[in-house]
């Protein structure tokens, strides 16, 4: 099966960035921070992994957001939003699942460039 560079680069954009540590990212200058962020809900990277979604996959509406997992679109709780200031400048969720559906521990809004 053959792939297209834009193929990859999409495949690249919908990759995990993990904001657990496994070990990876011991050193990482932004560790301390990912461990920091939190909502409503608790600590975002205590039970569930940060994902990086591209600006197709998120919307904004009249203050509240919406986003795409799975597929599926998931309105994000206003105690789901992450009030930091996003160091890293692009959109991530913390997603987790109820009934099969995906949910939203955490969001992080980027800068929709």
């Not at 540590?21 to 569930?48: H, I, T, V």
């Not at 997603?95 to 949910?103: A, L, N, T, V």
Request: with cysteine; net charge neutral.
């Amino acid at each position: 099966m053959k792939f297209s560079v834009w193929s990859l680069g999409l495949m690249l954009l919908t990759t995990s960035a993990k904001a657990r540590d496994d070990g990876r990212y011991a050193n990482s200058p932004l560790k301390g921070w990912f461990e920091s962020l939190q909502s409503e809900f608790g600590q975002c990277c205590s039970d569930s992994d940060g994902y990086f979604i591209a600006d197709v996959d998120w919307k904004s509406d009249h203050g509240h957001y919406r986003v795409r997992i799975d597929d599926e679109w998931v309105l994000v709780p206003d105690g789901a939003v992450v009030t930091q200031p996003n160091k890293t400048g692009r959109t991530m969720v913390w997603k987790y699942y109820i009934d099969g559906h995906p949910r939203v521990r955490c969001f992080m809004p980027g800068t929709m460039m």
